[in-house]
Nanobody
Framework: QVHVVESGGGLVQTGGSLRLSCAAS????????MGWYRQAPGKQRELVAG???????DYGDSVKGRFTISRDNAKNTVYLQMNSLKPKDTAVYYC?????????????????WGQGTQVTVSS
């Protein structure tokens, strides 16, 4: 069984910081793109930040300059450092990972999502 598990959400005041972590585990051959999405009540899920296995990054416009995504390939883990948090950042944050697994001689590519972690920013 292969899955990703997030941690690090919580309640913080405006201007505060939080760090999210997400680890992929199981019978993994390789981890490709990883990233973070978020979904606020009544809104669609949106990209927060993404990072390739080579370290190239991409950010949603609303978080540029405040959030930083990074990864530790040895630990199959992605991080999201969130600074200068605002109430509009309040959402459930989901980890996403593209993971390759071996099944006999066959390599399968899986699209994995975490269960989500709540981030609440109070005004």
């Amino acid at each position: 069984q292969v899955h990703v598990v997030e941690s690090g959400g919580g309640l913080v005041q405006t201007g505060g910081s939080l760090r999210l972590s997400c680890a992929a585990s199981g019978n993994i051959f390789s981890v490709d793109d990883m990233g973070w999405y978020r979904q606020a009540p009544g809104k669609q899920r949106e990209l927060v930040a993404g990072i390739t296995s080579g370290g190239s990054t991409d950010y949603g416009d609303s978080v540029k300059g405040r959030f930083t995504i990074s990864r530790d390939n040895a630990k199959n883990t992605v991080y999201l450092q969130m600074n200068s948090l605002k109430p509009k950042d309040t959402a459930v944050y989901y980890c996403h990972a593209v993971v390759a697994v071996l099944s006999g001689d066959l390599k399968q590519v899986l699209d994995l999502w975490g269960q989500g972690t709540q981030v609440t920013v109070s005004s």
